[in-house]
């Protein structure tokens, strides 16, 4: 009577729980099962695919150094990187301090206006609204993000550019969030004590010679006249490693900034790489990753290479001078050598139907075969040509295509 009992009482409890794992089985059964089920899909998407040579490249160009008849405290008038006409002041000099003074001077006004800079950008115009707050908060912490990348990956030279983006996002939030006021007192009293500290008469630097671009006093660094235009002529991958190995040349004076007057300037950049895979005359995608991953499109000037050596030397130009790039004697560059752009299909996608290769897809429940024609094997992966005008029977975007099932035909229904 008590097994009869607890039957009762525990009978649709079992019911239930049977049926569950009757359907469990059953699911088990049909995903692990090549008869049916087990697909594994995703959409056709598109994809470009680059072939990327990674160097050094070395600056060459036509600059002028600027030179004062003495050291002096330097005010600069032109931003440095810019375009300035001719007649153009460029920077104001006061005369008359002893070294150890001007160095202590040169230091404080820097810092100044660096402060100045900074703050002026953080001001905002009337129409700028609370709305706009959460927005520069979240500037202010992908730059944030960014400096500890750059400390993690020993960038310094981008530290000081992305100190500056952080703090004039984190004033600007200040600036909406009730810190107007403050803001603009501070950057009154930064003036005053620049005015005071530029208080002596100034003779003024111009530029009296052509339009052209002016570089700051920091980026005269002593190889203006050796990393030129007609130091490319015949230059083969040893003597860049003999020209870069050259020291400095002595300053012929007190050096208050450089002058570009031609817009063409050119990057030097050595590899181990076939020059055949290269044509001089074509435009090649160029990315500087110490300019915030800038890209150009560079002319091939010409490629040189040595007897015996497996090295080249590619010599590109460019004619464009855009203001945010960087232009470093020495730095991290990024060529394009080639770029296939078409539908992403894994290995695994991939099959041979009446000696005819492509892929299944899944169509209203049906399996369907698609024809493809693969620009390019990767690892693990293919790129096939987009569809266009190819016809019904072939692979298009946004098809559901198959990656993984069993016992797969054309017309196949599920």
């Known amino acids: 009577m008590k097994r009869m009992d607890f039957l009762r009482r525990h009978w649709p409890r079992m019911v239930a729980t049977l049926g569950i794992l009757s359907i469990l089985v059953y699911t088990l059964y049909h995903v692990l099962s090549g008869s049916s089920g087990g697909l594994m899909t995703t959409p056709v998407q598109q994809i470009t695919d680059r072939e990327i040579l990674g160097g050094t490249g070395y600056l060459f160009r036509d600059e002028t150094v600027l030179y004062a008849e003495e050291p002096a405290l330097v005010q600069e008038l032109a931003k440095s990187g810019t375009k300035v006409a ?30 100045i800079s900074i703050l002026e950008e953080s001001i905002l115009p009337s129409d700028v609204n609370l709305s706009q707050a959460e927005t520069y908060r979240k500037d202010a912490a992908a730059a944030s993000l960014a400096i500890r990348r750059a400390l993690q990956e020993g960038d310094w030279t981008a530290l000081a550019e992305l100190e500056d983006s952080m703090l004039i996002a984190v004033n600007r939030y200040a600036y909406l969030t009730g810190e107007a006021d403050a803001l603009k007192e501070t950057l009154a009293d930064l003036r005053e004590l620049r005015t005071r500290l530029l208080a002596p008469l100034a003779t003024t630097l111009s530029n009296t010679a052509a339009s052209g671009y002016f570089y700051s006093r920091s980026h005269v660094d002593g190889y203006e006249a050796l990393f030129t235009a007609d130091a490319l002529a015949g230059l083969t991958p040893s003597g860049l490693d003999a020209l870069t190995a050259t020291d400095p040349l002595p300053a012929e004076g007190f050096a208050v900034g450089k002058m570009a007057y031609s817009y063409r300037w050119y990057l030097a950049v050595k590899a181990e790489i076939s020059p055949d895979l290269f044509e001089p005359g074509e435009r090649y995608e160029v990315t500087f990753p110490e ?12 490629i040189a290479t040595e007897q015996g050596s497996d090295e080249c030397l590619l010599i590109l130009y460019s004619d464009d001078v855009p203001s945010d790039l960087r232009f470093l004697r ?14 992403y299909i894994p290995e695994s996608a991939l099959r041979e139907e009446n000696g005819v290769l492509g892929v299944y897809i899944f169509e209203e429940s049906t399996v369907r075969f698609r024809r493809i024609h693969v620009l390019y094997y990767g690892d693990g992966y293919c790129i096939a040509e987009e569809k266009g005008d190819q016809g019904e029977d072939y692979l298009d975007l946004y098809d559901i295509l198959i990656t993984a099932g069993k016992n797969l035909y054309d017309g196949k229904v599920y």
């Open 291 to 302: 300019s915030g991953d800038k890209t150009l499109s560079m002319t091939l000037d010409r």
């Open 86 to 115: 001719k007649g153009m002041p460029l920077a104001e000099l006061r005369f008359g301090y002893d070294k150890e003074e001007l160095a202590d001077l040169q230091s404080t006004l820097d810092l100044l206006n660096r402060r």
């Open 330 to 343: 020495a730095q991290n560059v990024q060529l394009s050598l080639s770029a296939c752009s078409g539908y």
